[in-house]
T-cell receptor, first 112, second 118 residues
Framework: AQSVTQPDIHITVSEGASLELRCNYS??????LFWYVQSPGRGLQLLLK??????LVQGIKGFEAEFKRSQSSFNLRKPSVHWSDAAEYFCAVGTLNNDMRFGAGTRLTVKP | GAVVSQHPSRVICKSGTSVKIECRSLDFQATTMFWYRQFPKQSLMLMATSNEGSKATYEQGVEKDKFLINHASLTLSTLTVTSAHPEDSSFYICSARDPGHTNTGELFFGEGSRLTVL
């Protein structure tokens, strides 16, 4: 079965600084990988996804993520963080026919 | 993109009562929907897979008699929390797979329903 690990529970960065959120997955076949963002008390918003092709994927709000099969990773990056990026970020792994499994989440705090 | 809607977004009930949450796919038909539960400051945990026209498949540790799932049509799945207790208070999120997006494995999520049991 697929699983996801997000090693960082909480990250604080200054506004304007770069950001990298880590995600490692475990799955026997080629995974379908996703990053979602969740604001307090709200649903999930898809930032980006990878299912094939170019391993560097671009998402909304200036986010990007790189799939590295050798490291079983799918880290999320943003070159310059905005205060509005403060939220909870979830990495998820899915398959064609089954459900989606989520990491524990990383809470991002942005300092002014 | 595909839209999934949940109702109600917030519900408060007394202990011992039952609460029904609806999940609808608005612009596509979903043979399978998924119900997740999220406790404060925690991740989403899959509760069950809802299959249209058949019984739901529950994850280990989820009480099927407590969390009744009905998927009577291709656009509607319902989750009923029976005899709710304060420990059932949580954020419940449903999702569905759009047949038009099956090549990406993507699920489309509802806005979530926050249940508070007094």
């Amino acid at each position: 079965a697929q699983s996801v690990t997000q090693p960082d529970i909480h990250i604080t960065v200054s506004e304007g600084a770069s950001l990298e959120l880590r995600c490692n997955y475990s799955y026997g076949a080629t995974p379908y990988l996703f990053w979602y963002v969740q604001s307090p008390g709200r649903g999930l918003q898809l930032l980006l996804k990878y299912f094939s092709g170019d391993t560097l994927v671009q998402g909304i709000k200036g986010f990007e993520a790189e799939f590295k099969r050798s490291q079983s990773s799918f880290n999320l990056r943003k070159p310059s963080v905005h205060w509005s990026d403060a939220a909870e970020y979830f990495c998820a792994v899915g398959t064609l026919n089954n459900d989606m499994r989520f990491g524990a989440g990383t809470r991002l705090t942005v300092k002014p | 993109g595909a839209v999934v809607s949940q109702h109600p977004s917030r519900v408060i009930c007394k202990s011992g009562t039952s609460v029904k949450i609806e999940c609808r796919s608005l612009d596509f038909q979903a043979t399978t929907m998924f119900w997740y539960r999220q406790f404060p400051k925690q991740s989403l945990m899959l509760m069950a897979t809802s299959n249209e026209g058949s019984k739901a498949t529950y994850e280990q540790g989820v009480e099927k008699d407590k969390f009744l799932i009905n998927h009577a049509s291709l656009t509607l799945s319902t989750l009923t929390v029976t005899s709710a207790h304060p420990e059932d208070s949580s954020f419940y999120i449903c999702s569905a797979r759009d047949p038009g997006h099956t090549n990406t494995g993507e699920l489309f999520f509802g806005e979530g329903s926050r249940l508070t049991v007094l």
